[in-house]
């Protein structure tokens, strides 16, 4: 009868298993008083702490406004290799915003504010970014520099003081790049300078051996004009043969063998030395009318002859030296070819090395002009100089404190139904207890 009373107080029904919002209430009724105790203290040690454990920190901001450094070369076609050996790195606002927490800049902000810790030691790099918050404001060329410090002027000179440095070191920057530039074109533009002399002394000395250039092209053109006056003369001696032949066949044709007269009896009149006229006139003493016509005819068939051998002649001699005036200009001309691919040679190393010595003096002394330029005045403007705070942004003590309530009523909560529990579940232990014995 004890072991079924057991089993049935052992095993309660899912009824008993169930817990219903009304007996949660009450729960909660019944421990109220734990639950007020419980958050009057979480509230009383947020208000503690918020108001006597903490101490204000303030937040001073500081606004710059960035221009990008562009110092790209003019990019003239035969000067990119120059120009991208010279190239300055372009400064964006993104390149900008991470360097304003660089070490250089904090370190000069520590020693200009003379930041100390209570040992007399300097702030550390480390101590003094973690202060130092910077961000870019969305789409604009503004950065802003904010610190957080307990003490607001000090917060506020941090930030203008970084505003300050960050613009002094952009200009070093830039003056120390523009010089390290100088100096390699400096260097550059001596080799170059040594470079145009062997090219020009190479020149000189091409000159003086060989002369001038033009001399050979006059050369060239004076065999090209006597050839080609050689070549008219041709010309003109080729139809005044094909005339006289022409002349000679028709005399030819005219003259009759039967009517031929031997002129060796008038061999005075055949003197050259005389003309046309006056041998005819000695002939028309000599001769009748008939014998006459015939006697002119052999004479002109004579004169024809006697000029067209002449003028064969002259043909065959102008055709020979024709023929060595053009022997002599093809080899004036290939020697001509070679020289002139020699001077030419000579003369465009001569110029590209004269054109790269300019080149190197104009980027000499636009180096020389970035060295001397305060950039960082015209890049680097502090828009905003940071004012100090009247009222702290830190910590925030009806948030603490709401915290603290909420956390005393979650807690409250959790201890008012972990004592119910207890107390209900330390009966029914004692049950099983006393069954076993």
């Given amino acids: 009868m004890q072991e079924m009373t057991y089993q049935q107080n052992s095993q309660p029904s899912a009824e008993q298993d169930e817990i219903s919002l009304r007996e949660l209430i009450e729960v909660l009724w019944q421990g109220k008083l734990i639950i007020v105790i419980i958050t009057i203290v979480a509230l009383l040690l947020g208000i503690a702490y918020s108001f006597f454990m903490t101490s204000d920190v303030y937040e001073a901001t500081a606004v ?20 991208y050996l010279v190239q300055y790195p372009q400064m964006s606002t993104e390149s900008y915003l991470y360097q304003i927490k660089a070490e250089p800049i904090l370190l000069a902000t520590i020693r200009e504010l003379n930041l100390k810790n209570d040992d007399g030691t300097y702030w550390q790099v480390n101590q003094l970014a973690n202060l130092v ?41 830039s003056r120390r790049q523009g010089m390290q530039t100088a100096d390699m074109i400096l260097e550059q533009l001596a080799a170059e300078e040594l470079n145009m002399k062997e090219k020009s002394s190479a020149l000189t000395s091409y000159l003086k051996e060989y002369g001038s250039i033009e001399l050979l092209r006059n050369e060239v053109s004076l065999l090209v004009s006597r050839i080609t006056d050689i070549t008219a003369q041709l010309n003109s001696l080729n139809a005044s043969i094909e005339a006289d032949t022409a002349s000679l066949a028709s005399l030819l044709a005219a003259q009759s063998t039967d009517a031929q007269i031997d002129l060796g009896e008038y061999s005075v009149i055949l003197d050259r030395t005389q ?11 000599n001769l009748d009318s008939g014998e006459l016509t015939n006697a ?5 068939l004579v004169e024809v002859q006697t000029r067209l051998l002449g003028r064969l002649t002259t043909r065959d001699a102008l055709i020979d030296q024709q023929d060595e005036l053009n022997a002599k200009q093809q080899a004036l001309q290939i020697r001509l070819n070679e020289e002139e691919y020699r ?10 090395s004269r054109s790269a010595f300019s080149a190197y003096q104009s980027m000499y002394q636009q180096a020389l002009q970035t060295a001397a330029a305060d950039i960082g005045a015209t890049s680097i403007i502090i828009a905003s100089e940071a004012i100090v705070p009247a009222n702290p942004v830190a910590p ?24 119910a529990y207890w107390k209900k579940s330390k009966p029914a232990a004692a049950v099983v207890a006393g069954g076993k014995a």
Avoid at 275 to 285: G, M, N
Avoid at 402 to 415: D, Q
Wanted: glycine share 4%; charged share 25%; no cysteine.
């Fill in 64 to 83: 710059i406004m960035t221009t990008p450094i562009d110092l790209s070369p003019n990019g003239e076609e035969d000067l990119k290799v120059i120009d």
């Fill in 133 to 173: 918050e910077a961000a870019n404001v969305d789409k604009t060329n503004l950065i802003t520099v904010k610190v957080r410090h307990g003490d607001a002027e000090l917060a506020t000179d941090i930030a203008n003081e970084i505003s300050r440095q960050f613009s002094v070191f952009i200009s070093n920057n």
């Fill in 275 to 285: 003309s046309s006229d006056e041998r005819i006139r000695q002939l028309q003493l």
């Fill in 296 to 300: 002119m005819l052999q004479l002109e």
């Fill in 343 to 352: 001077y030419n040679a000579l003369q465009r190393e001569f110029d590209l």
């Fill in 396 to 419: 925030n003590r009806i948030l603490i404190v709401a915290i603290a309530a909420v956390l005393g009523v979650m807690i409250g909560v959790f201890v008012t139904f972990f004592v």
